[in-house]
């Protein structure tokens, strides 16, 4: 039986900017470093979270993929058509002021959905496209 997610995805245009996205301006930490050759195994996470990875995953030739298909999810990512998340806060209007202040490029600030959440969206450094989330009380 599958009991739990360990690592996730995100595809990113350079590995060292990510790191630094990820880590400076999300607050992440460092969970995994590796470099095997050309390949780079680099995961960070939340720190509430130390069962979760998220694998910043480099868009290079490689493991499978054509130049094309490099490309074509280059353009996807930069596009901001491959979304993660949702992240979830205990406070999203303070996350978003906090992640504002950082530098962070938000495309909605918070807003009362009426099924639940508060939400807003943010962008990495890559153009990947997040939802922020916080469950109303």
Do not use: H
């Not at 630094?20 to 050309?38: C, N, P, Q």
Request: aromatic share 10%; proline share 5%.
């Amino acid at each position: 039986m599958i009991t739990r997610l360990s690592v996730t995805t995100i595809w990113v245009t350079d590995q060292n900017e990510a790191l630094r996205f990820y880590t400076e301006k999300l607050g992440f930490e460092i969970r995994a470093d590796v470099t095997a050759g050309e390949y780079r195994w680099l995961t960070v996470g939340a720190p509430s979270q130390p069962d979760l990875e998220i694998q910043l995953a480099a868009l290079t030739p490689g493991g499978g993929f054509t130049q094309a298909d490099i490309d074509q999810l280059s353009n996807f990512v930069a596009a901001g058509k491959l979304r993660s998340g949702p992240w979830k806060t205990d406070d999203c209007q303070k996350t978003y002021e906090m992640l504002k202040a950082r530098g962070v490029e938000f495309l909605q600030p918070p807003i009362d959905r009426p099924y639940g959440t508060i939400e807003a969206i943010f962008k990495d450094n890559s153009g990947n496209v997040m939802l922020l989330t916080q469950d109303k009380a």
